[in-house]
């Protein structure tokens, strides 16, 4: 096991019923919260109301900023900074997904400096300082719910760059199961896809090589995420397969899983970065594709380490380079299976579109200082794509 | 998954070497710092010098508190808050095993009230606050170092009583597989029943029938631990060993693996603090008699949950019935490999004690409110650890 640190500060409230106490949650941290969403389709399922009557019960005064996109983008957020700022709200309230929960990380550092808020994700500024964050969660994918990372794209430029801080960490999040309930097939099969990727990059790529106890807990919260999932698409209002997934995605990405893995690199979402920053796509959409290329790509270097996965989850026997192999077909099997595209042609994307991917993707690549890819490697990984 | 609030704010630092640490970590919480330990062991090990000139180095004031116990005793935490009262001591650092951290709890909560620091035990008094706590673990089994747990024996009438408050979480905990070098094959093995008792406790007992997600868990942690254990005792100095038993043996009690299983009684830990308070007994070398013979007696009730566990983590197979019989037979199979005794008689103890016993083990049950846990129900349990 590799040297680390561990903190992970944020309070988690679970359970059917429990945005009701957003409110009293929200008031410990101010009296006037900008209340960021999305799209509006918590105002279709109840959330909203629910949240708005808790705050106002509590006597919050909410300051409206909605329209974070799927892609959250550095113009909305830089929006969101200024109302902050001008109205002096003193607590950020995020109720949605991933890219709202980002949205309102990267508002709530902006509100605390004087300089451009995309300074943070370049890493010319560090995030020293943010408001407090509150969350609740509509779509289970990414776990910025419990964690200090966050991910934007920058419109001009086409750049999806992330950023992470210990100021990050929302104080409280509240996850509600019967929330995911309205999710549909699409988006539940990519919130899966995503919380298995975000994992499996540190499990395959890990400066530790054998992680005993890390493998484990990886291989315990895939074969629960799977199965939920498998539940949830022909169910979904089970609330055992909606909770498991809620909380699983949580352990997933909220540093359990790789604490003690030492340094991993993420070539996986470096390149799929890149797809949603030029085609608007989901993230999760985005990882069924570039993750099994990448894994072709990488068959040799990695092969014990597929090939546990493979026997482990599917079951499968042979020797490593044979289990390697089908591991990365009966991934490619079950990422169909559940409704998501795997190549770029079939999501729609000609296949003389891979410079350009190639040619975005190799800015992230020099700033996460992944030598090794460099736009040949990229393209390479990327005709595995086709 | 039952309704859950998970909140864990204590700071780990992992891995070899940090230690010296320490004093800029405890300056953080104040310059005046109580350090209590136990017997002295860490004066053989290097330990207590690397904490000593680390302390000095960062200018922190140190007011010594030896003399725990490996059954830590009120009539000497009563001492400490003494001492941290009169030395009006800012932080409390405990370096020692769960007995030291539980010990530094209660004296960090005792110097901020007027009353006994016995009545927390009671619960005839909530702890509201307590000063900030840090550690260094040289004791992997409790999970004290992460969680807001202690637990103390009164020696008169020999009780042996636990408290649970937010207040109690650790600030910092500092965990170096290298400690754990030194300990012997005795501890070795107790610590690693008192880590499976922990997590089967919960595992077998909590109100949601079968919480996917949190078996998974359970059983990753104990395969683990397991396998870990039997490499530590061939070789005490292997660092993968060591590690995954100091990381796993914290996350199986700091609230990861039963968030979500609801509430769960633990009977098991709770006759076995009578056989710490009445004969002086390693708490992990009394769980090893306890578990199985409460296995037995709730065989049948238990039936599913023993047989999953079984097939998990023994690789059993057969009904139902045949297979929970036979997991507890495998279990104690492999306590005694370990070189743990699994009944009182091996243990040295009389059948004509277990009246004793039981008369003790009634007042915690009393006091936890397990109801069905009588005299003559905690006797049937001792009879099958003749």
Redesign the interface.
């Known amino acids: 096991?590799?040297?680390?640190?561990?903190?992970?500060?944020?309070?988690?409230?679970?359970?059917?019923?429990?945005i009701a106490r957003v409110g009293e949650e929200v008031k410990r941290w101010g009296k006037k919260a900008l209340l960021v969403y999305g799209m509006g389709s918590i105002k279709k399922n109840g959330i909203y109301e629910n949240v708005v009557s808790s705050l106002k019960e509590a006597g919050v005064d909410i300051i409206e900023y909605p329209g974070v996109k799927p892609n959250p983008v550095l113009s909305h957020v830089r929006g969101g900074v200024e109302v902050a700022k001008k109205e002096q709200v003193e607590v950020i309230l995020a109720v949605g997904g991933g890219s709202v929960i980002d949205s309102a990380k990267a508002i709530a550092a902006g509100a605390k400096v004087e300089h451009d808020v995309w300074d943070f994700f370049t890493f010319s500024q560090p995030i020293r300082d943010a408001l407090p964050i509150v969350t609740i969660v509509t779509v289970s994918a990414s776990a910025s719910e419990m964690n200090g990372g966050a991910v934007l794209t920058k419109e001009e430029g086409a750049l999806k760059f992330g950023v992470a801080s210990p100021a990050l960490y929302p104080r409280v999040s509240i996850l509600d199961?019967t929330t995911l309930y309205s999710l549909d097939a699409r988006y539940t099969a990519y919130s899966t896809v995503d919380i298995l990727a975000h994992m499996w990059e540190g499990y395959f790529n890990g400066a530790e090589k054998e992680p005993?106890?890390q493998d484990?807990?990886v291989?315990?919260?895939t074969?629960?995420i799977m199965?939920?999932t498998e539940v949830a698409l022909k169910e979904p209002a089970n609330?055992?397969a909606r909770?498991?997934i809620m909380?699983?995605s949580v352990?997933a990405f909220n540093g359990?899983t790789t604490?003690?893995v030492g340094r991993a690199p993420y070539p996986v979402h470096m390149i799929e970065h890149s797809l949603s920053a030029l085609y608007d796509m989901a993230h999760g959409a985005g990882l069924a594709i570039v993750l099994p290329a990448w894994m072709t790509y990488a068959l040799e270097e990695k092969e014990p380490r597929f090939a546990r996965l493979g026997r482990e989850i599917f079951g499968l026997s042979g020797d490593d380079r044979e289990v390697a192999k089908n591991t990365v077909q009966e991934i490619k099997k079950w990422f169909s299976s559940i409704g998501c595209a795997v190549t770029l042609g079939e999501a729609g994307i000609s296949k003389d579109e891979i410079k350009r991917i190639a040619e975005n993707a190799v800015h992230l690549a020099e700033l996460w200082r992944m030598k090794d890819y460099t736009k040949d490697v990229i393209l390479e990984v990327l005709n595995y794509a086709v």
Chains 1, 2 share one sequence.
Not at 1 to 18: D, K, L, S
């Open positions: 096991m590799q040297n680390f640190v561990f903190h992970n500060p944020t309070r988690i409230i679970f359970g059917a019923g429990q199961p005993l106890l484990r807990l291989e315990a919260l074969r629960t199965e939920s609330y055992k909770a498991n909380w699983g352990l359990l604490a003690g």
